[in-house]
């Protein structure tokens, strides 16, 4: 369970403060898969970082006895003048895993990545696909109770696609996710709880769909507003 | 997900965070670990030159590059500590989407590597001075230890301060290496201060650096006096330095690390 409580989150632009969250309760349930959604700049990415203990509100707590991982595929934290093998190492030994642990880690980490000799490489060396995978490929081998996906579900090639999408099926079974995403198939498929940011505040929907369905109305009634171009 | 008490994931964050620094600082480069003597050399041999050609001893019975050794190690120590610990958020920004490590561990990991760099400078370039035949007899030991525990306290104190300085007052950040410079010719490292006229000892005596190089003198040498190094004085601004620096660091650590 994820617990929110008088969560207040703000930033500031020029001379205003523009909030995302203002005094925000809310509850999410063990065992469900989570999407949210909401339009640019609503606050999605700011609530999952904040759920990681990543980033801080203003004001308010979110509590869990659950282990919530970084995002998914993030490679903003590898030093480039070290190789793939020492920054999942470092990445490892965060996560307390030491001598034995750390080895099979890295055996995993190896195996998935399929980078071949590039994992003793710098990283600086990489293409951003190789980083990707590298990244992917250490999001999967230690094990959370909740992972925290920022749009990245799966990356590089068509097959590397694919075995990111069937790793996740599996990881399924054990785990449970957080899903920011603008790709409704994406939330369709991976979610069963919907979080709406809106401007009116968060909407917590039991069923994805109807979640789905509320972003999308509201689209609509946005987009019937724009003027028509003359043919 | 490994079940960790907190201290046990202090340990293990610390612990990745050095191997870290180790691989990036010196790592790359060929002979890579040897490098970090480079610079307390190249002050020693700098001013043993210069105080060779205008002849006699710095100080009274102790070799010169002795002299001059124990004077600049712990001052490229605090300078380091003070520069790295000033650009410490932003250098590891990227890191802290790993919600074990926070800035804490960044400064805490970045001065243990600087004492111990310290600590491998002296006993190896000792050892090297005294095999050519520059030597003179250790005085005390356990000071020497205390003294360096110290220290490393007063250093921490200060480099948590100037953590949350560099990053939320990046003015004064551009301000405080400028303010080194002088800093370094009034702390005694190629001087004591039984060598400054008395009526000024009153302002030079304010400088806690100058108190702490008379100090690791007198621990090292027997025939320094240190007539005018106060150990008090260095207590007291330690206990000031680790109480104000852990105190602003905890007042301010969320907002170097939130988004903003």
């Known amino acids: 369970m994820i617990e929110i409580q008088g969560l207040t989150k703000s930033y500031r632009t020029g001379r205003r403060r523009n909030y995302l969250f ?101 990283v600086k060396t990489y293409s951003s696909g190789m980083r990707s995978k590298l990244a992917f490929g250490l999001s999967i081998a230690v094990h959370f109770d909740y992972y925290l996906v920022d749009e990245v579900m799966s990356v590089g090639d068509a ?50 769909n109807t979640a789905i369905a509320k972003y999308e109305n509201t689209g609509k009634q946005n987009s019937s507003n724009v003027k028509k171009l003359p043919v | 997900m490994i079940d960790r008490s907190p201290l046990h994931i202090q340990r293990d964050v610390l612990l990745a965070m050095l191997i870290r620094e180790l691989k990036t600082r010196f790592g790359s480069l060929k002979f890579g670990y040897a490098w970090m003597m480079l610079e307390p050399i190249i002050h020693v041999t ?35 500590c003070v520069t790295l610990s000033l650009a410490a958020v932003s250098a590891n920004r990227g890191l802290f989407n790993y919600r074990q490590v926070r800035p804490f561990d960044a400064v805490l990991a970045r001065v243990v590597l600087e004492f111990a760099i310290f600590l491998v400078s002296f006993v190896v370039l000792f050892a090297a001075f005294t095999w050519v035949g520059i030597h003179s007899p250790f005085n005390d030991i356990m000071a020497f230890l205390a003294l360096f525990f110290l220290f490393f306290v007063f250093c921490l104190g200060i480099s948590l301060l100037f953590c949350v300085v560099g990053e939320r007052y990046p003015e004064a950040a551009k301000l405080i290496p400028v303010l080194m410079r002088p800093l370094y ?46 150990s008090g004085f260095i207590v007291i601004f330690t206990i000031f330095s680790i109480f104000f620096g852990l105190l602003i660091y905890r007042v301010n650590w969320v907002e170097l690390v939130r988004s903003k």
Not at chain 1, 105 to 122: H, S, T
Not at chain 2, 195 to 217: A, C, D, G, K, T
Request: include cysteine; proline fraction near 5%; glycine fraction near 12%.
């Open chain 2, 46 to 80: 700098l001013f043993s030159a210069l105080f060779y050609f205008r002849g006699g001893e710095m100080y009274p019975g102790i070799p010169t590059p002795l002299f001059i050794l124990a004077g600049i190690l712990p001052w490229l120590c605090f300078n380091k």
């Open chain 1, 22 to 122: 203002r005094d925000m309760d809310a509850i999410f349930p063990s065992g469900k898969n989570i999407g949210i959604l909401g339009r640019n700049g609503a606050g999605k990415s700011t609530l999952l970082r904040i759920m990681g203990g990543i980033d801080y509100p203003d004001a308010g707590r979110i509590t869990s006895n659950k282990t919530i991982s970084w995002p998914m595929g993030l490679s903003g934290g590898f030093q480039g003048s070290m190789t793939g093998r020492e920054n999942a190492t470092f990445i490892g030994q965060v996560h307390g895993f030491w001598g034995k642990q750390r080895r099979r880690l890295l055996e995993q980490v190896e195996d998935f990545a399929e980078l071949g000799d590039y994992f003793d490489m710098p």
């Open chain 1, 159 to 208: 097959h590397f696609r694919a075995k990111c999408e069937h790793v996740i099926e599996e990881k399924k079974k054990t785990s449970n996710f957080i899903i920011v995403a603008h790709s409704m198939g994406t939330l369709r498929k991976n979610c069963d709880i919907g979080v709406y940011l809106s401007k009116d505040g968060i909407e917590v929907h039991e069923d994805i």
């Open chain 2, 185 to 230: 010719f009034m702390s005694g490292i190629f001087f004591s201060l039984e060598h400054v006229p008395p009526q000024y000892h009153n302002y030079l005596s304010w400088n806690p650096m100058l108190h702490v190089i008379e100090l690791f003198r007198s621990a090292c040498f027997t025939q320094f006096k240190g007539f005018y190094a106060d």
